[in-house]
C-alpha cells in the first residue's frame, strides 16, 4: 500500500545536539512538506519541497534544515540553533494537479522531546 | 487578521445531533478547499475536499462553500462519539500550499 512513513515515532534530543528525522512516501507524489504542531495550536509550515533538489523555507524554518535528494525522501534535522524543538512534526506530501488534486497525505508523526 | 480562522471550541454536541463547524478565509484567490479530522495524537486525515460554491455531501458529512463570504463549512450529521476530534479547514493558497486553521475542537456525548 503506497503511504508515507515518518521515523522515529519518539525522538528525545539532548541540548545541543542535532536530530534528523526521517520521511520517505511511495505515493510518486512530487511535493513534500514539513510540519511543526505545538499543543492546542494549528500546524505551521517549516519547509517544502516541490521537485527534487529544490526546497523553500517556510513560515518557521530558522533552526531547522532540509534535503531532497531523491523523490522519495524529504528528511528534516532539527539543529541546535533550534531552541524550542519540543512538539510534534508531520510529514505530508501532494501531487497538486488541477485545483490542488486530492490535499495532503500526512505520515503518522515524529513527537521530539529535548531532555 | 488570521488567514484562516475557526472557533477553537470546545463545540460540544449530544449523540445524534447535528454538528455544524465553520471556517473564514482571507485568501479570495483559494479556489480549493480541505477539511481535515485530527484525533488526540495521531495525524491529520482528509475528510472533505470542496471546489465550487454550494453543497458537497459524502455520507454523514456534508460541505458548504461561499466564496463571495470567504466561508467554508463542515456539517456531520447523526454525530457519533468517534467524531470526537479536531477539525481543520485548509484552504489552497498561494504557490498550491495548504493554508491551516487552528482548528476546532469537537466533543460529541453519548
Known amino acids: 500500500d503506497g503511504g508515507i512513513t515518518q521515523s522515529p515515532k519518539y525522538l528525545f534530543r539532548k541540548e545541543g545536539q542535532n536530530v534528523t528525522l526521517s520521511c520517505e512516501q511511495n505515493?510518486?507524489?512530487?511535493?513534500m512538506y514539513w510540519y511543526r504542531q505545538d499543543p492546542g495550536q494549528g500546524l505551521r509550515l517549516i519547509y517544502y519541497?516541490?521537485?527534487?533538489?529544490?526546497?523553500q523555507k517556510g513560515d518557521i524554518a530558522e533552526g531547522y534544515s532540509v534535503s531532497r535528494e531523491k523523490k522519495e525522501s524529504f528528511p528534516l534535522t532539527v539543529t541546535s540553533a533550534q531552541k524550542n524543538p519540543t512538539a510534534f512534526y508531520l510529514c505530508?506530501?501532494?501531487?497538486?494537479?488541477?485545483?490542488?488534486?486530492?490535499?495532503?497525505?500526512f505520515g503518522s508523526g515524529t513527537r521530539l522531546t529535548v531532555v | 487578521q488570521k488567514e484562516v480562522e475557526q472557533n477553537s471550541g470546545p463545540l460540544s454536541v449530544p449523540e445524534g445531533a447535528i454538528a455544524s463547524l465553520n471556517c473564514t478565509y482571507s485568501?479570495?484567490?483559494?479556489?480549493?478547499f480541505f477539511w481535515y479530522r485530527q484525533y488526540s495524537g495521531k495525524s491529520p486525515e482528509l475528510i472533505m475536499s470542496?471546489?465550487?460554491?454550494g453543497d458537497k455531501e459524502d455520507g454523514r458529512f456534508t460541505a458548504q462553500l461561499n466564496k463571495a463570504s470567504q466561508y467554508v463549512s463542515l456539517l456531520i450529521r447523526d454525530s457519533q462519539p468517534s467524531d470526537s476530534a479536531t477539525y481543520l479547514c485548509?484552504?489552497?493558497?498561494?504557490?498550491?500550499?495548504?493554508?491551516f486553521g487552528a482548528g476546532t475542537i469537537l466533543r460529541v456525548k453519548s
Open positions: 470542496i471546489y465550487s460554491n
Open positions: 519541497s516541490q521537485i527534487v533538489n529544490d526546497f
Open positions: 485548509a484552504p489552497l493558497g498561494y504557490g498550491n500550499k495548504l493554508v
Open positions: 505530508a506530501s501532494s501531487s497538486p494537479g488541477d485545483r490542488g488534486g486530492d490535499g495532503y497525505t
Open positions: 505515493l510518486n507524489h512530487d511535493a
Open positions: 485568501d479570495r484567490g483559494s479556489q480549493s
